[in-house]
Structures are given as structure tokens and as C-alpha cells.
């Protein structure tokens, strides 16, 4: 039962290791305070008395479907665009070496060649 919050969504699935963990992030410490017992406090949240309910057969099924399509984006990368070419000069090889550290996202850059020719005037 997902509640529209992306409770259940898979990457909140990638959190829990197991069903317990997902059980135990539903129980907030006023709960623990009044039951004085876990077990008692997932079985509230597993029956759906508290926040919701996510049987365990449920719980398996969407953690394996999430780490199905984790596997599936991780293994669908894209060749880089420098890949098997001979480049000759010192920029498009200055470019190649960035190449898949910008595409990651551990790095940025900025072309200046572009902006010039967008910003400014022509002569």
C-alpha cells in the first residue's frame, strides 16, 4: 500500500536491509516509550495500527524488484563518445580524459568556445 509519500518507492526500499529495519524505521521513540516493546511495536506496524502496512512477502517483492532495476540502470551505461577514436590533438584529448568524470557528475565544464560564440558579438 504506498500512501503517494514514495514510502515504498525503491529507492527508500534500498535502505532496509531486512523487514525488520523497515518495520523499525515506522516505530518513533514515543512509541517505544509507551509499548516498552519493539516486538510489540512492529507487529502494530506490520498489522497497519501505525503508518502502514507492508506485509513481508510484499516488502521481498518490491526490494527485489528495486535492486533489479538498480543491477539493470548500473549494467545500461553509455559508451563514451571518445571511445576507439584516435584523437590527434591536444584539446580533443584534453576532452577524452574529462570525458566520463563529467558524464558522472564528479566533474563540470564549461566550454568557453560556446559561450563566446553565444554571448558575443561577431567581429
Known amino acids: 500500500m504506498d500512501n ?7 529507492e527508500k526500499m ?3 536491509r531486512t523487514y525488520e529495519d523497515f518495520l523499525d524505521s515506522q516505530i518513533k521513540p514515543v512509541d517505544l516509550f509507551y509499548l516498552e516493546d519493539q516486538e510489540l511495536a512492529r507487529q502494530l ?9 507492508l ?3 510484499e516488502f521481498e517483492t518490491r526490494k527485489a524488484a528495486a535492486e533489479a532495476s538498480r543491477l539493470a540502470s548500473g549494467s545500461q551505461q553509455k559508451k563514451l563518445a571518445s571511445t576507439g577514436k584516435e584523437l590527434k590533438d591536444n584539446f580533443l584529448r584534453a576532452l577524452a580524459e574529462r570525458e566520463e568524470a563529467n558524464r558522472s ?5 564549461i566550454n568557453n568556445s560556446s559561450l563566446r560564440h553565444s554571448f558575443c558579438p561577431s567581429p
Do not use: A, P, T, Y
Open 4 to 10: 503517494g509519500k514514495g514510502v515504498f518507492s525503491g
Open 14 to 16: 534500498d535502505e532496509f
Open 45 to 53: 506496524v506490520e498489522l497497519g495500527l501505525k503508518d502502514s502496512s
Open 55 to 57: 506485509e513481508r512477502e
Open 105 to 109: 557528475g564528479e566533474m563540470n565544464v
